[in-house]
């Protein structure tokens, strides 16, 4: 191969990715969301003008990984906080970051009233099923049966009521346009969710509505399982609860 052979680059670290140690356990998917954050990001050419919003939870430092400015929430405000910074900045890419312990339990009437405003922001919503970053209670998006602290016997609906599918909530509300629920199982879901993401961001682009894609992910430490055997359990148990796909769609495919 001559020195004059052209190489394409097919992979390499994002800009909008800083490099820096990762502080969450083995296994977890925060660290692969961040990554497809990052790409959508570089992809669209928006870093420069992306604001993002981590609120309280294991979300709490992701300032540390994204390479653009972060405004940090109080838990449950993320959506209200960004509210206000896309009100501010309208010509800016306004997202939150957000687990399922601060959108869907704390941060419920943020989540709703934006969702049902239209606020042109974009939330990404890691549901774990759990809270992490507390030590392993039970979360809104427990699944039934499923075991933790608070819960040691299985989430019983008569008396812990039923998981809240918090996306579908959102999907109702008339100015939200669009809500896609992703897993970040395998390579192949995780390029749906990039997909879904990029969607998202550039209908937010395009001044479109409230959009939000909900990413499953595995908390192998408060699960008491091993990465291996976490991951299995979203794709087989817990996409049982939280099917993956498409919720609404106002937009359409723009390719």
Not at 81 to 103: C, E, F, W
Not at 208 to 227: D, Q, R, Y
């Amino acid at each position: 191969m001559s020195a004059e052979t052209a190489y394409k680059q097919v992979f390499g670290w994002p800009e909008s990715l800083q490099k820096n140690p990762t502080h969450y356990c083995p296994g977890c998917g925060h660290s692969v969301a961040h990554r497809l954050v990052a790409e959508v990001i570089d992809e669209l050419g928006v870093r420069e003008k992306t604001i993002g919003v981590p609120p309280v939870g294991c979300s709490v430092l992701a300032y540390n990984y994204f390479n653009f400015d972060m405004v940090e929430a109080p838990h449950g405000r993320a959506l209200a906080v960004a509210t206000g910074i896309k009100r501010v900045h309208p010509n800016h890419v306004v997202m939150t970051y957000q687990g399922d312990g601060d959108l869907a339990a704390i941060g419920t009437a943020e989540t709703i009233h934006a969702a049902n405003r239209g606020e042109k922001i974009t939330a990404i919503f890691i549901n774990n099923a759990i809270y992490g970053m507390t030590g392993g209670q039970m979360a809104p998006t427990t699944t039934l049966g499923q075991v933790a602290t608070t819960t040691p016997g299985g989430r019983d609906a008569d008396r812990d009521g039923a998981p809240i599918d918090i996306s579908s909530m959102v999907a109702l509300c008339k100015r939200t346009v669009y809500v896609e629920r992703c897993a970040l199982t395998n390579p192949k879901e995780i390029r749906k969710a990039k997909k879904a993401i990029k969607k998202a961001f550039q209908a937010q682009i395009d001044g479109k509505g409230f959009t939000l894609v909900e990413l499953l992910s595995a908390c192998p430490t408060n699960w008491k399982m091993g990465p291996v055997d976490a991951w299995k359990w979203v794709a087989e148990e817990m996409t049982k609860t939280y099917p993956l796909g498409v919720i609404k769609d106002e937009i359409g495919d723009k390719d």
